[in-house]
């Protein structure tokens, strides 16, 4: 009966396999041909969607993890506590698929250590490359109790834990700080673009809004993953919780659509809204994906009831935030530099690849560390919980419950 | 050594393409004329009309390129090139957005591509030659000297003819470079980026970057003062919630003994 051994083939699975099959291949293409193979980038557009999307929209979909960890131990915001290891470990995943990807995206990868002893303090790119760098040590030093609570030796295991309980609040204030920065200086990248922009894009204060834009797409990013986790990977925790994110997400979305008219005012772009032109065309659909269908649906009582009204509205912001950024990356370049610039499928594969290593990732975790709180199995289903889930868990719970 | 820089009169080019093919053959590359900047042409000669305008590097005084490369693998030397240390590039390609000219290019074809640009012949200039381009050239439309001299020389040409547009492209140009082009056509008609700006681009970032201690500072004692405020709170919870404890404990003592 050796038939039974095997795994079974589902469709995920086969899902996965073609995934990661073409993205090997891809990656083969890139390395043992070069970017003129692999990639569709040129002189006109040396920036494609490895950028556009593995970097901009991958760091802007973990600002989820310095905003949840900042309420929790901050704000004392206790009842998102159960959520919070989770947050942190999508925005850990987050930035390490970013900074895998630059395997990919750099022309000399293996001088990717070069901004660590060759500093130029006036380049925003090295600003950023710093902040994620030590950002995503913080991120693991957050996420390590999890790890460690597995090392089955005791006293390795309380001294750790003592000792993180003692530098966690400094740690957390640090990795806010830290992500507030590069979150706002990814937009600073694009400040020395002046005039090579299209006007609707360019900004003096794209550090503001790309700041301002992160963190709906990160609240998103994590109301998603969390529904995720209940629906497949049998996890319990409050669903209501997703409803309290959801209701960040529209204030910030107004301040950001309104800072956005607000800006284009201020630079003198109101003129280019209405152009018969292309550019037109993708900033209308950047608004009605990122700023109008979110601000509906998120408000509409009926939807916001089922958790899975708050995915499919959450998938739309999501969708949204990256035509925002592929916008700021790309079509805002194209008139300049006329490079007619489209993805070549290796560079969609590897990007699709980094996703997808991501999740699997997340899935693991989830299911061999203690992400969600585990008290909750024994507890009576979630959606019958009292409004005020913090009741559940001790005010200042120990360091191993963290 | 003094700041050297290039002087090109578009009204003296004639469109023999032989600082093009010098500049190919100094460096190596082949020599079929190319219709822009590219990996293995760093300077062409491209037909405006019935002008001919040399594209080349413009050699900042204050280069976004350099400002942008997060490793510093562009600088501005103080013999006025602006020049690539390709030992130093990651490959970001920053620079190459970054550049207000559309300059710097890539060798997108080779497995450990580089940048290249022209660094207005560095190692000739320091061994005390003039650039390749300016020596071949046999009309002298491109000359080369010390940056003074030639601003100045450009201001006594445009004084003496009133031909010229009144203007050395170049003088103001993102904070001044040191290629000047002079002119008898309005530059905007001859594809030249003529969008106001004279400000250099490096300072743009330095203003948002010059707002990175402030964030630490502000930032910082802000999420500070909010955690102790959060702490006193639950502190003060706590030690009413106890307070409230003790009371209960006492009365039910007090109820034990009557
Ligand atoms: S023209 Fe471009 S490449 Fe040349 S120095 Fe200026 S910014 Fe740098
Ligand atoms: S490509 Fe090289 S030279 Fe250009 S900015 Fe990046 S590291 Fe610097």
């Given amino acids: 009966m050796t038939r039974l051994r095997l795994p079974k083939i589902t469709l995920w699975r086969v899902l996965v396999g073609v995934i990661f099959a073409a993205g090997a291949w891809a990656t083969y293409l890139r390395f043992v041909k070069g970017f003129e193979v692999a990639t569709n980038m040129s002189n006109g557009q040396p920036w494609g969607i490895w950028v556009a999307v593995a970097t901009l929209c991958g760091v802007g979909l973990s600002a989820g993890g310095f905003a949840i960890a900042g309420a929790v131990y901050l704000l004392g915001m206790e009842r998102y506590r159960p959520v919070l290891r989770a947050a942190v470990i999508i925005a850990f995943l987050g930035y390490l698929s970013v900074v895998a990807g630059y395997a990919w995206e750099l022309g000399l990868p293996w001088n990717f250590w070069h901004p660590l002893v060759m500093w130029n303090r006036s380049s925003v790119l090295f600003e950023v490359v710093w902040c994620i760098i030590l950002y995503t040590m913080v991120l693991a030093l957050e996420f390590s109790p999890a790890l460690v609570e597995r090392i089955p030796w005791a006293p390795v295991r309380e001294w750790y834990l003592r000792w993180h309980h003692r530098i966690l609040i400094a740690l957390v204030l640090i990795g806010v700080l830290l992500s507030s920065l590069h979150q706002s200086f990814l937009g600073g990248l694009f400040i020395i673009f002046k005039g090579k922009m299209y006007p609707l894009w360019y900004s003096n204060y794209q550090t503001t809004l790309f700041y301002m834009s992160a963190i709906p797409a990160g609240m998103a990013m994590i109301i998603m993953a969390l529904y995720l986790s209940v629906r497949s990977l049998n996890v319990r925790i409050d669903l209501r919780i997703l409803d309290d994110f959801s209701r960040i997400i529209t204030p910030i979305l107004v301040i950001f659509a309104l800072f956005r008219f607000a800006d284009l005012y201020k630079q003198h772009a109101l003129g280019y809204l209405f152009l018969p032109v292309e550019e037109t065309a993708y900033f209308w659909l950047e608004m009605a994906l990122f700023i109008a269908a979110p601000l509906v649906l998120f408000n509409l009582p009926r939807l916001r009831q089922q958790p899975i009204g708050l995915y499919w509205a959450s998938a739309v912001l999501i969708a949204g935030f990256m035509v925002h950024r592929i916008n700021v990356s790309i079509t805002s370049l194209e008139r300049a530099t006329h490079a007619g610039y489209v993805p070549k499928w290796p560079e969609m594969a590897v990007t699709i690849m980094l996703v997808a290593a991501a999740v699997l990732a997340f899935r693991g975790a989830v299911l061999h560390l203690r992400i969600f709180p585990q008290t909750m199995q024994v507890a009576p289903p979630p959606l019958l919980l009292p409004r005020m889930t913090g009741q559940v868990f001790p005010a200042r719970p120990s360091a191993a419950v963290n | 050594m003094k700041t050297k820089a290039m002087l090109i009169d578009i009204t003296k080019c004639i469109g023999c393409r032989a600082c093009e093919q010098i500049c190919k053959e100094i460096h190596g590359f082949p020599q079929e004329h190319e219709p822009t900047l590219s990996a293995t042409a760093l300077t062409v000669v491209q037909e405006r009309g019935d002008k001919f305008v040399r594209r080349m590097c413009m050699q900042c005084q204050d280069p976004a390129c350099a400002s942008a490369c997060p490793v510093g693998a562009l600088t501005k030397t103080a013999q006025g090139a602006v020049r690539y240390a390709g030992g ?171």
């Fill in chain 2, 88 to 258: 130093k590039c990651i490959g970001c390609r920053y620079c190459m957005i970054a550049c207000p000219f559309d300059v710097p290019k890539y060798e997108w074809s080779k497995l450990a591509p580089y940048v290249t640009k022209c660094d207005m012949c560095a190692e000739r200039v320091l061994a005390g030659k003039p650039t390749a381009c300016a020596e071949v050239c046999p009309v002298g439309a491109t000359i080369f000297g010390d940056r003074d001299d030639l601003l100045a020389e450009a201001h006594k040409r445009i004084a003496e003819n009133p031909a010229y547009v009144r203007k050395i492209y170049g003088e103001m140009e993102v904070g001044g470079t040191s290629v000047f082009f002079l002119s008898d056509v309005p530059f905007e008609e001859l594809g030249f980026v003529t969008a106001p700006m004279t400000q250099p681009l490096p300072t743009l970032s330095a203003a948002a970057l010059g707002e990175v201690p402030t964030v630490v500072l502000v930032g910082g004692s802000l999420l500070a003062g909010l955690y102790w405020f959060t702490q006193r709170r639950q502190q003060v919870a706590a030690a009413e919630a106890a307070e409230k404890e003790d009371k209960n404990v006492l009365r039910f003592r007090d109820k034990e003994r009557s």
